[in-house]
């Protein structure tokens, strides 16, 4: 991964730490370049405006949810024991280091 992706990578789960405490509407392009310690320019560098960056933070959550929720699930028997799983792995979901305040979807 070069540094510009490894930037850009490390930006969104900043963001995905924020938006889980505080919501979507809340965080400001402001306050998310001075947590990953970057200029407003410099942010912008990485996402054309703030619509840019939430939906590619939306991507990225979508993503860590498959691989913390979805995928360990598809290894339970199809059925009932899957649902299960998948409900289980939810509620751990919630727990994550990456979102302090709990599931960013719900915030959404």
């Known amino acids: 991964m070069n540094k510009g992706l490894a930037t850009k990578k490390a930006i969104l ?5 924020l938006v889980s405490r505080i919501g979507f509407e809340a ?5 998310l370049a001075e947590a990953v310690g970057l200029s407003k320019s410099g942010l912008y560098a990485h996402f054309r405006d703030k619509e840019g ?5 939306l991507d990225e ?7 913390t929720v979805i995928s360990p699930a598809r290894e339970a028997p199809a059925g009932e ?5 998948i409900f289980s792995n939810w509620m751990h979901w919630a727990e994550l280091e990456e979102l302090p305040g709990g599931c960013i979807f719900m915030t959404a």
């Open 13 to 17: 789960r900043e963001a995905l730490a």
């Open 27 to 31: 965080v400001s392009i402001a306050q």
């Open 53 to 57: 960056l939430q939906l590619e933070l």
């Open 61 to 67: 959550a979508t993503e860590l949810f498959r691989e």
């Open 81 to 85: 024991p899957r649902v299960r799983a």
